[in-house]
């Protein structure tokens, strides 16, 4: 594993890149919380880039098909070590507190429960130490069949209960247009969802590739529903989704694919739009989905946060894990007992947000807390393998 954000080399040679494609937002899988990444979000900031955080790793993340054990101290000592380090940056967009953990097997909708105490930790974490108001999310897989119920899922409950924002990856455009694609339906129902949503991953290989949907994301067909989308992907692996190949990972220049010149013209032909894109401003809760046979989950109650991670909240996190840590699923202490009142996360604050003192706080790039804003990126893996989570 490495952290392309603290290597400087590596962000030079890429942001140049990133400016030739016209981007606003990249999404890095995974950094490294024990390292500095001052000089690297200094320069995405120079260059009016903001950055979406996973701040799980494959040390440090949800084991999908036993989430009980994995929703420990360690981790979200690591999670919480992870907000501190990127959240003084002013052009730290937002966090996702999970992605892809619940899949196409039906059993990995249990670990739900699981993903969204993370978010309601995460959230109660950035308030209660006075940080400024970074939004928390999740990153949802492709499949249909639990897609909707997750959604309403994230946005169900208690205001600490509910995330600030649901993303999903989409794979279904593959050079068709906005109803053969089917995503005029994806509008349709995520209209009035109560929150603010947008692609975490968009992209298909199947006829070919022109990033036609760019099109439809920065078109007012989308925009007073979905905040934009993150094409997957910069980097080209064993997969092709990448437009660009990096010989090694400290190679001073990229090689660009057919799909570079592609998405940049694509990028420069269809703007994000001005002004607030039609946005809804309002926000609401909706209903909990029932359990049934794609959805096992049969609670409205979230699992309660450790009582050793409870300390953190007033305390900090402290020094954070990195990469080289011994990993958290397997640490076989500090889990959570017993669920959680609704409510519980809820944090009244005083006083006025902490403030940075550090490389980049003469970032022109300044904080996004709501909307209306439009992501028009690409999912990051620079010289990195993408690995998901478990």
């Known amino acids: ?9 590596i ?7 990133f400016k030739k494609l016209g981007i606003n937002t990249i999404r890095v899988y995974t950094t490294d919380n024990s390292a500095n990444h001052d000089e690297c979000m200094k320069a995405l900031a120079d260059a009016g880039i903001y950055v979406i955080i996973d701040a799980n790793n494959p040390l ?9 054990p994995s929703y420990n101290t360690k981790y979200l000592q690591s999670i919480f070590a992870s907000i501190d380090e990127f959240i003084k940056y002013d052009n730290t967009l937002a966090f996702f507190s999970g992605n892809e953990v619940i899949n196409e097997d039906v059993k990995s909708t249990k670990s739900a429960r699981y993903v969204k105490a993370v978010t309601r930790d995460m959230r109660t974490y950035i308030k209660s130490r006075g940080h400024r108001a970074v939004p928390v999310g999740y990153s949802a897989a492709d499949v249909a069949e639990n897609r909707m119920q997750l959604a309403h899922y994230m946005n169900c409950g208690t205001d600490d209960e509910r995330s600030d924002f649901f993303a999903f990856n989409d794979y279904s455009w593959c050079n068709s247009n906005f109803q053969e694609s089917g995503w005029d339906q994806k509008v349709k129902n995520f209209t009035d969802y109560g929150i603010a949503i947008f692609l975490s991953e968009y992209g298909c290989l199947t006829n070919g590739r022109d990033f036609g949907e760019i099109g439809a994301l920065m078109s007012d067909k989308m925009t007073p529903v979905y905040s934009g989308g993150l094409m997957y992907e910069y980097t080209l692996e064993a997969n092709g989704f990448g437009i660009a190949k990096i010989p090694s990972p400290k190679a001073k220049d990229i090689e660009k694919k057919k799909g570079f010149d592609k998405f940049a013209k694509a990028m420069k032909e269809n703007p994000a739009p001005k002004g607030d894109g039609g946005y809804t401003s309002t926000t609401r809760a909706v209903a909990c989905p029932t359990k049934d046979a794609n959805w096992l989950v049969d609670s409205t109650l979230l699992p309660a946060i450790p009582a050793g991670a409870q300390k953190f909240m007033s305390d900090g996190a402290g020094a954070g894990p990195g990469l080289k840590g011994d990993g958290s699923q397997n640490a076989g202490e500090g889990t959570s007992t017993g669920d959680a009142k609704p409510g519980s996360g809820s944090v009244e604050v005083t006083g006025s947000p902490s403030s940075s003192d550090n490389a980049a706080s003469s970032m022109h790039a ?13 999912v990051v893996t620079l010289s990195l393998t993408g690995t ?3």
């Open 366 to 378: 300044g904080p996004v807390e709501k909307a209306p804003f439009v992501i028009a990126g690409l």
């Open 11 to 17: 962000c030079e040679r890429d942001i140049a890149e």
């Open 60 to 68: 440090y993340s949800i084991n999908r098909l036993d989430p009980a």
């Open 1 to 9: 594993m490495q952290d392309p954000l603290a290597d400087t080399d």
């Open 388 to 390: 998901l989570l478990l």
